[in-house]
């Protein structure tokens, strides 16, 4: 079985930075795209940032400019720097890998509050 911890949550003020970190672990026989999705309480998953096995990334709108997303695939953990936070950024977030052989997987969830 194949296990995605995720970390770098928490509180900041508007303005401030986060990292989040979702390493993924078990049998592995490799990783295609890898994302981070958000999602506040009364809306919808959304799409935040992906990134393909030859690092082509797209951001939504919201953050572009702001976000960065990376992926290290010898430790098979894929990053998710976040920058000039704003309190609509507030979410829980999560990361999603598709495996080769094992298709989609996601994390537990990482909560990210930003304060005004």
């Known amino acids: 079985q194949v296990q995605l911890v995720e970390s770098g949550g928490g509180l900041v003020q508007a303005g401030g930075s986060l990292r989040l970190s979702c390493a993924a672990s078990?049998?592995?026989?490799?990783?295609?795209?890898m994302g981070w999705y958000r999602q506040a309480p009364g809306k919808q998953r959304e799409l935040v940032a992906s990134?393909?096995?030859?690092?082509?990334?797209n951001y939504a709108d919201s953050v572009k400019g702001r976000f960065t997303i990376s992926r290290d695939n010898a430790k098979n953990t894929v990053y998710l720097q976040m920058n000039s936070l704003k309190p609509e950024d507030t979410a829980v977030y999560f990361c999603?890998?598709?495996?080769?052989?094992?298709?989609?997987?996601w994390g537990q969830g990482t909560q990210v509050t930003v304060s005004s």
């Open positions: 078990g049998s592995i026989f490799g990783i295609n795209d």
């Open positions: 990134i393909t096995r030859g690092d082509t990334t």
């Open positions: 999603n890998v598709y495996l080769t052989f094992r298709g989609e997987h």
